[in-house]
């Protein structure tokens, strides 16, 4: 599903792990970072969201809020773990941790998606 969805892609977002809970990677590149030359909290948004979604099976991601409690840079590997928090008919609700290359915590998403 990331080779059919142009944001995945474009962050160069890669699959690791899928059960119980999903994990993706990708690297920050110099194109991700911010006026201090730290990874954009949009880009580390992005991650977590398309993250989430793409765990719904393409579900349509409906409220999320970010935290940041730590910072990356280009060349830093992020790794989103999805885990689920509910599940219900048409509405899903999930956890994303955001960590850097050393275990520390980048960001954290939480939200909801919306099965299509």
Do not use: C
Request: proline fraction near 4%; charge should be negative; aromatic fraction near 2%.
């Amino acid at each position: 599903m990331i080779e059919d969805d142009p944001a995945s892609m474009a962050l160069g977002l890669r699959r690791v792990e899928s059960a119980p809970g999903a994990v993706f990677e990708m690297t920050v590149r110099p194109d991700h970072a911010n006026l201090l030359g730290s990874t954009h909290g949009g880009v580390v948004f992005s991650l977590a969201e398309r993250a989430m979604a793409l765990t719904a099976d393409g579900a349509v991601t409906v409220d999320a809020h970010l935290v940041l409690t730590g910072v990356s840079r280009p060349g830093d590997v992020l790794r989103a773990l999805v885990e689920p928090a509910t599940s219900g008919r048409t509405l899903s609700s999930y956890r994303v941790t955001v960590t850097r290359d050393d275990g520390r915590i980048v960001g954290v998403v939480t939200g909801a998606t919306l099965e299509r």
